[in-house]
């Protein structure tokens, strides 16, 4: 087969393991990896990709995918070059408060500096892994807020390879989702506001304290699995089944939140799959309810193993 990357082979690279990059730390190799070292870098892989009918699939942390034991076929862009984590902070003396960071930026530390700083609007998302571009793409938050709530305008690379600048209202923000699927989120600007440094902290510490009481914090996972239902908790309905605990191989319903499923490292996605499936199918026998993913799937779905209905 004709090597399409020929020319970029400094920056993509072929039949890499996904498994170290994703939090449930499963899953197999991407047909290619690209590591960009600009936006026209990346620009131009995108580009590359979509004149050669390779799918693209952007990688942050991994904190919301399952990536299937077989692999992704297409193209796995990961930002961890330093243009993609630089983040610019506003300096005290001009009072503002806008800070322009990387898509690739760790939220963790994104959001610690910001309290640091006396910073506020992210403290409210303490305790939620990801990178800054998944985290915008997720609109991921909770009770004490979500990022759509400080994002003033992106910097993106579009599915032919432009390089475009979106407004928030343009990157469309939901609940959970966004209208930026097929985008590559380079930049993103964030309007915080200048508080009490103590303040913040405050708040900052009841958030990651309440994370840790109710989710396992400490084992390998990629957060809630499923939807909530309208109306309804997936997490409960998950409970009520009297699933906690249950297990297949390495992969478990977690006892402290039904949501989550955590592994032991070393797990396969395929019990991760399977597990799924029995979730789905006893959660629809006993009350009717067909409970919708909320994590990501890459590569080839193990769509019977996860049916609801039997
Ligand atoms: C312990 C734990 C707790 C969690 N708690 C919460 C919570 O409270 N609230 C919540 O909302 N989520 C939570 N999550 C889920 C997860 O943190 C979020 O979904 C987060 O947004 C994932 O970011 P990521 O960088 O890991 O994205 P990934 O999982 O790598 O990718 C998720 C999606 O974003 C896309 N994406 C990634 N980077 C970019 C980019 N630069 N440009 C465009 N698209 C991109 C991917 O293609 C994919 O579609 C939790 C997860 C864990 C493991």
Request: aromatic letters at 0%; a negative charge; hydrophobic letters at 40%.
């Given at each position: 087969m004709r090597n399409l990357f020929a020319d970029l082979s400094e920056i993509v690279f072929e039949r890499e393991s996904l498994a170290d990059l994703t939090s449930y730390r499963v899953g197999g190799p991407a047909r290619w990896l690209a590591r960009p070292r600009s936006i026209d870098d990346l620009a131009r892989v995108v580009h590359r990709c979509a004149r050669e009918d390779v799918p693209v699939f952007t990688l942050g942390r991994g904190a919301n995918l399952l990536v299937s034991?077989?692999?992704?076929d297409g193209m796995v862009i990961r930002l961890d070059a330093p243009v993609f984590n630089r983040v610019e902070w506003p300096t005290a003396s001009n009072g503002g408060a806008s800070v322009m960071a990387g898509g690739g930026t760790d939220m963790y530390r994104l959001v610690s500096e910001s309290v640091r700083r006396g910073?506020?609007?992210?403290?409210?998302?303490?305790?939620i892994p990801g990178r800054l571009g998944g985290i915008v793409r997720m609109n991921a938050g909770g009770r004490w807020g979500q990022i759509a709530d400080v994002v003033r305008d992106l910097t993106v690379v579009d599915p032919l390879g432009g390089i475009r600048r979106l407004s928030a209202a343009e990157a469309g923000f939901g609940y959970r989702r966004?209208?930026?699927?097929?985008m590559v989120v380079c930049q993103v600007r964030m309007e915080l506001k200048r508080e009490d440094p103590a303040a913040i902290r405050e708040r900052f510490k009841v958030v990651w304290a309440s994370k840790r009481r109710t989710q396992p914090m400490a084992e390998l996972s990629a957060g809630c699995v499923f939807k909530n239902p309208p109306g309804g908790s997936a997490g409960l309905l998950i409970d009520r089944a009297g699933l906690k605990g249950h297990a297949v191989g390495g992969a478990r319903v977690s006892e402290?939140?039904?949501n989550f499923i955590v592994v032991r490292p070393g797990t396969a996605a395929d019990d991760i799959f399977t597990l799924i499936g029995r979730i789905r199918r006893e959660v629809a026998r006993r009350f009717g309810v067909e409970l919708d993913l909320e994590i990501e799937v890459w590569g080839r779905r193990r769509v019977r193993a996860m049916e609801a209905t039997v």
């Open positions: 034991d077989e692999g992704v910073l506020a609007g992210l403290e409210g998302l303490g305790g966004s209208n930026l699927g097929g402290l939140h039904a």
